[in-house]
DNA sequence: TTAATCGGCGATTAACTTAGTCTTCGATTG
DNA sequence: CAATCGAAGACTAAGTTAATCGCCGATTAA
């Protein structure tokens, strides 16, 4: 039970992103070499962050992908939520109507499962926390705690390879 | 992404566990059989169960489980926890340490992500709520969820099944 | 004491998911 | 028009999950 390496390599690719003017983009090969990922595979991550409207694509030579929205707008949730789809991580299997008690007398049993409701309402506090993070707070943290050096380096592989 | 059967099938008994006195239990069969389960698999719950010292098992003829501790000690983080193992949500794959920076200058690269220390909190939210849920609040909830009749039935079959 | 009933455990299987690749396509640039 | 990019779907290999099977030791009732 865990989360898909996808989320992991689209948080890491979209801070790359928030430097870029609007009028540029950063291609995959850059951002999957830059951090060591399979190229064909990150290409489709980047497909469900455009579907779901947080980054936008830009086709042809040159192109790539740049955020379509402001930093501050993109939360950690909308990004686990563009890669790994709606579905909650406790999925209610119902197990109540292949029971005793349903085969013995239909309707007596609730459609609605008491255990589920648990579970739905903890992992809304999970999600919660995960809203209120956003990307442009990310890379305000990364700035204090990543070297200058570093985050110096990483602007400028990505502004001289693609030009 | 979600959470295993596993951890459903285990909450759905361990109601049933709560009012079998001291030294009485209940077998895998009746259990398996009152909600429908695969015994089998659900043998295998329960050895997970018990490894976690959330019931104990009682061998041979007449044997079965009974809850080891007290179902206001028992929340709905320790079963998910006996059944899931410890493992978080988000497994950090560390990918900063494949990238272009770290092969450049190998001592720079942080050897903790903020990326995961966000995941990390966020779970820690619910798996805070999970921790305050217990088997006996569990119990109440149900009793004033579903009609006494399903209760009273419940009751009956497994105190009839057992003697 | 012996047969039947229980949990414990390890090997195995079938279905499903995941990470990743390959290939074809259409758009853009030079 | 050719090279380079993203889009998308088919495909694959590895891993996971749900579930089964078989064998063991413990226990109990006849």
Redesign the interface.
Known sequence: ?????G???A??CLVYLIDVPSNDSIGIKNLA?????PETFLSKVFGKLSKAGIVSSVPGVKGGYRLSKSPEDIS?WDVIEAI?GP???????N??E????Y??NCC???SFC??NL??L???E??????RS?SLSW?NE??DS???K??RE??RK?FSKSNT
């Open positions: 039970m865990q989360y898909s390496v989320v992991e390599y948080l890491h070499e830059f951090q060591g990922l950690f790994e579905n909650p991580i406790f999925q209610c299997k197990i109540k292949n029971g005793y008690l085969r013995k007596q049993a609730p008491t255990i648990v579970m309402s903890a992992e506090k999970m999600r919660d926390d995960l993070k990310l943290e990364l705690v990543l070297s050096q570093i380096d990483t592989y």
